[in-house]
């Protein structure tokens, strides 16, 4: 799929400025694994992101505490979301930032 694609080294300055600056919060499922990535390329491209992070894979830990289950699917099934493109990354987003941040929020607000 990245054969014959830009490398890092240009596409990480692109995402950078699609973000635009520190302020934007960034909305991830397992942000851990994809903040770790980040910082590990920071050196080679003078990229850095000290963006705020919200993790939907904590949220879901911390809204369904009653389940172990809370990867992507798992949430979607309890919500009853239909997802198209699950395992893409146009899917994946979507389902992450569209849907599972705005339902987790909304459940986190009404838990306090």
């Known amino acids: ?3 014959d694609k830009a490398g890092i080294d ?8 699609f973000v635009g600056d520190d302020r934007v919060v960034l909305v991830a499922h397992n942000a851990a ?3 770790r990535f980040l910082k590990l390329k920071e050196q080679k491209t003078g990229v ?8 939907t894979l904590l ?3 911390y809204l369904h505490d009653y389940t172990d289950d809370h990867n992507l699917a798992a949430i979607a099934d309890r919500w009853a979301w ?7 990354a146009l899917g994946d987003s979507l389902v992450t930032g569209a849907r599972c ?3 987790c929020w909304t459940s986190w607000r009404r838990r306090r």
């Open 1 to 3: 799929m990245v054969k």
């Open 10 to 17: 240009v596409v990480l300055p692109q995402f950078r400025a």
């Open 33 to 35: 694994f994809d903040m």
């Open 48 to 55: 850095r992101f000290g963006n705020p992070v919200l993790d």
């Open 59 to 61: 949220l879901s830990g």
């Open 82 to 88: 239909t997802c198209k493109g699950r395992h893409t």
């Open 101 to 103: 941040s705005s339902s």
